[in-house]
Structures are given as structure tokens and as C-alpha cells.
């Protein structure tokens, strides 16, 4: 792999870019170092106003090729893949792989779970002369920091529910399922699955309209942790202001994340909608994890 | 508990009768047994139009004086709790509670989860002199057995779903959270919470029609498992004809539940909804559990 020790500062970074805000804080965390950006925008996924900003071309997640071309025409050797993306079916994939030769992989990866696609299709790409970087090795400014951000901070109750929480999501981890929970009283109310964090929120919220969880108002944690062994390139869990907007129409009471494990996009923002809405934001020390 | 000793088929059973037709699936086969039923019908969740056809008194769950009385004044010893429940809101439970002695140990066992909270009710309920006993006691034969039921038979694949949803279950086991997970493809869609199987359900149909569901139509399981040490007394997973509705609207192959671990309202009409919606029902021997 020639690749990783040629690769340096001083050659554009490549941010493959899905839904949200996220890749464009990144990019710009980049641009002030004083490197490169160009953009790779997933059709269907980035925001095209802010993909405008950059040098940037469209494209699907599946062109294989076309991300490779592009990639080399602007001289890039560092790749990152940054924002939502969500699991494209197999169909939607693989007309447009670029090489035949990588099929057999590629069907072998589906069959396991997001992180074991997501290990399989980076090893795939790293192959090509490229090298695959995190989005928090990049820019460790994105990621949430120990304590409490903003001005609420999280009850003796909601320590508890944490600490559930995040045994919960310890347990499940070997299932490459989701990377969230909601808990409330010691009581798991939901476990994120196919469907993500917003939708999960939005179902509490609703249950909560017909009176059927039972904690009142106020109380009650998202909690949300990487799973464990998870390649920390690919889809760290992330928090943004429609995570706090979730959390505050569900009535919980906040959200703790591991620290270093987790990304916020746009921290001003979401510390001062935390602050308006009430609702405690906590980076928890990754040695708290199992307590 | 001279209560245990004393209780037997002469005297009525009383059951405590929540949602669905699975409380009257009992009633009709203890009454054939010859067995004399009495229905305490729960307001809000029991049919009025089948508790009518037995000897019965409408009254609420935190009614518990209430309920003593009832089937005292009908000489039970035996009482069964069946049917759809949703945990209720304490502040609901507590103003009707019969005597201000067991408040605060009504109040602790709301601290726990769902299993806690029904083994904390049965033991107060207990010391009344009744003697609780579960619906698979009474009337085994509203247990799921083991093997296929009906027409269609689990695919290969199937099995690989079923194990990895058995495991999942077992996994969460200690969390007292819920008793079902959808997974496909080897990849956990969904785990149920607070919302229920039938909105679990739901979520998967909804996510399918917005193109988030990568497996196909047709292939994916629901996978039902009471938890590890559970007090089989209450709550028993359950499918009914609604179950298999929901997966047929999800696209999936079939269901699993454990075998002796499931009741299943209304067997001959599930089956025969099953057959013509090409959907399987499958019971796991109990030690095929962990493999």
C-alpha cells in the first residue's frame, strides 16, 4: 500500500458526502487547516446549495469507478465518507461497480451488517491506491468531548438511565444493529433499528401522545454509543439539531453519547437548542462505558 | 399459602381479561374441560361483546379491592391474567389501589421493568390468597408447539434469521425489554420496545415502501422468545391473526416463536391465514434456543 505513505496534507482531501450538514463542518474544519477539499456528492443524499460551495461532482454510491476517476483527477490519495447514508439495496448497488471482479465480495458483504458491508467495501477501495480516513481523524474537532455540553445537566435518575443504556447498546453490539436506545426509569422504551434516531424519537413522541410510556415528562435518555470493534471509519454515531428537536417533542430529558466515539455537526447550534429546549447533551468517558 | 393447597377444577377460574380474543380462546377451553369461568373484564382493553357470554364485572387494573371482591364473592382460588395490557401510567394504577400498604411496593416495582413490575403485582396479589396461575398451565393447549404449523416451510435462510433472532433476544434477555425482533438477511431490522409486535410491524412495512429494507420481499423473520427467567405466569409472547397480517404487510417469510413459550389465539384461523398468505409459524424447541 504505497498509498498510505505517500499520502499527506498536502493532497485534497476527497469527502464522499451523504445527507446533512456534517461533511460541509467537516470540509470547512479542513479548508481552515489550510487543505484542499473537493466533494464527491451522493445524488439523492448531499445538500446540493452547500455542495456548490466546493469543487464537486455528483454521483451514485454504487459508481465505483466514477468515484476513483474523480478522486485521481483531483489528485486525492485521503477518501473520507461522511453523513447519512442509508443501506441502498443490493439492486441499487451493483450495476454500476466498476470492476466484475469485485462482485463475489461485494454480495459476500451484504450478507453480514452495515459495519461488516461498510469493513468490506473499504478494503475494496483501499485496494484501488486510495486511503480510507475517519471523519474524527481528519477533524477531532467534530467529535463530542467528556462532561456536559450547555447549561442542563443530567439528574442522579438520568445517571441510572445512562448507565442501562449503554449496557444495553454493550449487549446488542455483536448484532450490528443500531447504535441507540431510549431509556426512562430503568425501563428500555425503544432500541433503534432499521428505521434510525429520528424515526425511534418520533415513535416515543407518539406513544407518549396515547399514553403509553409510562415515565413522565421530562425524563428519560437517548443514549447512543458506537458499537464495539466498529471501524470507527464508517458511521460513527452522530447527534445534530434534529436530534435535539427529537429528544425535546419525546419529552426525554437529554442525550448521552460516548466521548470521542461521536460526532456533532454544528456544536454551537445544537449546545444552544439544547439550552432553549432544556435538554442535557453528555460525553461519556469511553472507560464508562461498562460499569 | 393455604390458598395453593386448597385451589382446585371445582372451584371457577377467574380470569382477568385484557385485549384480544386470547382470553376467550381460555375461557372456552377451560369451560370445556368443565370448568366453570368468570371474566373480570379490563375497561378499555376487554371485547364487551365476548365477556358478555360469561359471568362477569367490568373494573380497572389498579382496581385490586375491586378484583379481590369479585372473585372472592364467586369462590375463585384461581386467577389468570390474560391479553393485551399496556403497561399502564403509575399515577393510573395508584389512586384505586386497595389498601395504602402496598403503595410503596407497588411504586418500587415500578422502578424495574415490565417483568419486575408483573412479578411484584402477582406476589401482592398472592398474599390475598389466590393463587395466580399462567394461561399455559390451565390450558396447554394454547401453546405453540414444536415444528412447522400450517402449509409453508422456513427456508435455509430462514433458519439463519431465526437463530440470529433467538440470540438477539436472548442477548436483551436481562434488559427486560421486548420479546420479538425482525431480522433478515442476517441483518436485525427492527427490535421491539414500548410500541408492540403490531407497530413493530407496521415500522417495517413503512420502512419497506421508502425503499429501507434491503432484504426482498419475502424473505425476513419475526422472531418471538419470552425472556430468559421470566415469570411465565404473565405476559407470554403471542401471535394472533393481526401477527400474521402484520408480517404479510412487512413482506416477510414467516414467524418463530419458542415452542411452549407461545400461546397462539385462535390456532385454526392463524393457520389458515398463514396458508393463504404464504407465511410460516415455526416453534423452536426451548433447547434449540441457544445454538
Given at each position: 500500500?504505497?498509498?498510505?505513505?505517500?499520502?499527506?496534507?498536502?493532497?485534497?482531501?476527497?469527502?464522499?458526502?451523504?445527507?446533512?450538514?456534517?461533511?460541509?463542518?467537516?470540509?470547512?474544519?479542513?479548508?481552515?487547516?489550510?487543505?484542499?477539499?473537493?466533494?464527491?456528492?451522493?445524488?439523492?443524499?448531499?445538500?446540493?446549495?452547500?455542495?456548490?460551495?466546493?469543487?464537486?461532482?455528483?454521483?451514485?454510491?454504487?459508481?465505483?469507478?466514477?468515484?476513483?476517476?474523480?478522486?485521481?483527477?483531483?489528485?486525492?490519495?485521503?477518501?473520507?465518507?461522511?453523513?447519512?447514508?442509508?443501506?441502498?439495496?443490493?439492486?441499487?448497488?451493483?450495476?454500476?461497480?466498476?470492476?466484475?471482479?469485485?462482485?463475489?465480495?461485494?454480495?459476500?458483504?451484504?450478507?453480514?451488517?452495515?459495519?461488516?458491508?461498510?469493513?468490506?467495501?473499504?478494503?475494496?477501495?483501499?485496494?484501488?491506491?486510495?486511503?480510507?480516513?475517519?471523519?474524527?481523524?481528519?477533524?477531532?474537532?467534530?467529535?463530542?468531548?467528556?462532561?456536559?455540553?450547555?447549561?442542563v445537566?443530567p439528574?442522579?435518575?438520568d445517571?441510572?438511565?445512562?448507565?442501562?443504556?449503554?449496557?444495553?447498546?454493550?449487549?446488542?453490539?455483536?448484532?450490528?444493529?443500531?447504535?441507540?436506545?431510549?431509556?426512562?426509569?430503568?425501563?428500555?422504551?425503544?432500541?433503534?433499528?432499521?428505521?434510525?434516531?429520528?424515526?425511534?424519537?418520533?415513535?416515543?413522541?407518539?406513544?407518549?401522545?396515547?399514553?403509553?410510556?409510562?415515565?413522565?415528562?421530562?425524563?428519560?435518555v437517548?443514549?447512543?454509543?458506537?458499537?464495539?470493534?466498529?471501524?470507527?471509519?464508517?458511521?460513527?454515531?452522530?447527534?445534530?439539531?434534529?436530534?435535539?428537536?427529537?429528544i425535546?417533542?419525546?419529552?426525554l430529558a437529554g442525550v448521552?453519547?460516548?466521548?470521542?466515539?461521536?460526532?456533532?455537526?454544528?456544536?454551537?447550534?445544537?449546545?444552544?437548542?439544547?439550552?432553549?429546549?432544556?435538554v442535557f447533551i453528555v460525553?461519556?468517558?469511553?472507560?464508562?462505558?461498562?460499569?
Amino acid at each position: 500500500m504505497t498509498s498510505i505513505e505517500t499520502a499527506n496534507d498536502e493532497t485534497p482531501l476527497a469527502i464522499v458526502c451523504g445527507a446533512g450538514t456534517l461533511p460541509f463542518t467537516v470540509a470547512e474544519t479542513v479548508e481552515r487547516s489550510g487543505r484542499r477539499v473537493v466533494i464527491y456528492a451522493l445524488r439523492g443524499w448531499a445538500d446540493p446549495k452547500l455542495a456548490a460551495r466546493y469543487p464537486h461532482q455528483w454521483g451514485g454510491l454504487g459508481q465505483f469507478g466514477r468515484l476513483c476517476r474523480f478522486a485521481r483527477e483531483h489528485g486525492c490519495h485521503d477518501v473520507v465518507f461522511i453523513g447519512g447514508v442509508v443501506r441502498p439495496s443490493l439492486w441499487r448497488v451493483l450495476p454500476d461497480w466498476g470492476s466484475i471482479r469485485v462482485l463475489p465480495r461485494i454480495i459476500a458483504a451484504y450478507r453480514g451488517g452495515d459495519d461488516h458491508l461498510l469493513k468490506s467495501l473499504g478494503a475494496i477501495f483501499e485496494e484501488q491506491g486510495f486511503r480510507l480516513v475517519g471523519a474524527h481523524e481528519i477533524a477531532p474537532e467534530i467529535l463530542v468531548t467528556e462532561g456536559v455540553l450547555g447549561a442542563v445537566q443530567p439528574a442522579d435518575c438520568d445517571r441510572g438511565d445512562i448507565a442501562r443504556g449503554l449496557a444495553l447498546l454493550d449487549a446488542i453490539s455483536p448484532f450490528d444493529v443500531g447504535q441507540a436506545a431510549v431509556v426512562a426509569g430503568n425501563h428500555v422504551l425503544a432500541v433503534e433499528g432499521a428505521e434510525g434516531t429520528d424515526a425511534m424519537l418520533a415513535r416515543i413522541a407518539e406513544l407518549r401522545k396515547i399514553g403509553r410510556i409510562p415515565a413522565s415528562r421530562g425524563t428519560g435518555v437517548l443514549v447512543k454509543a458506537p458499537k464495539a470493534g466498529q471501524d470507527r471509519r464508517f458511521d460513527l454515531p452522530s447527534i445534530g439539531p434534529q436530534t435535539i428537536a427529537g429528544i425535546a417533542n419525546a419529552g426525554l430529558a437529554g442525550v448521552a453519547v460516548v466521548a470521542g466515539g461521536t460526532v456533532i455537526a454544528e456544536p454551537d447550534a445544537i449546545v444552544m437548542a439544547a439550552n432553549r429546549a432544556k435538554v442535557f447533551i453528555v460525553g461519556i468517558p469511553e472507560s464508562g462505558r461498562k460499569q
